[in-house]
């Protein structure tokens, strides 16, 4: 892990930036002026590295390759998650700078 250390103070510190995060820090800068730091545990993604932008044709002429999109999201086999039943839910958890706001592929 890399800490730097900085003289900058902040109103706020937010953690986490996906949906809730990114929007309370939004709120909290432009409607409140407030100063925010925001920190996230995950890793940064590379835009191009997603297939937002592909073509449908060029969506299965990678699969017949046997290339397939990235998959963000935890593996709940090596990292599970608990519940007690009868509550069990699906958990889906993307460890990244936008969180579930990039694009997740259910395979
Ligand atoms: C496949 C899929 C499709 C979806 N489609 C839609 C849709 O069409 N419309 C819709 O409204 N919603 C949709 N959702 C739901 C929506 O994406 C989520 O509800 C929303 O993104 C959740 O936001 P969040 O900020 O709560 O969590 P997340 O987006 O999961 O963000 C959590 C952030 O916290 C960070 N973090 C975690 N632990 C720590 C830690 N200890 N320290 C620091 N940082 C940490 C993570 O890296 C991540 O950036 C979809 C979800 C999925 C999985």
């Known amino acids: 892990m890399f800490v730097q250390s900085s003289p900058e103070v902040h109103d ?3 953690i986490g930036s996906g949906a809730a995060g990114g929007m309370a820090a939004w709120n909290l800068a432009v409607n409140h002026g407030a100063r925010v ?3 996230d545990a995950g890793t940064r993604f590379r835009r191009e590295d997603f297939w937002t932008h592909v073509k449908p044709w060029q969506w299965r002429e990678r699969i017949e390759k046997g290339m397939s999109p990235p998959k963000i999201q935890l593996d709940n086999k090596e ?5 007690k ?7 889906i958890r993307v460890w990244g700078r ?3 706001t990039n694009p997740t592929f259910p395979f």
């Open 12 to 14: 706020v510190i937010v």
């Open 37 to 39: 730091l925001m920190l």
């Open 79 to 83: 990292q599970p998650y608990s519940w």
């Open 85 to 91: 039943e009868p509550n069990k839910f699906d958990l």
């Open 98 to 100: 936008g969180g579930k």
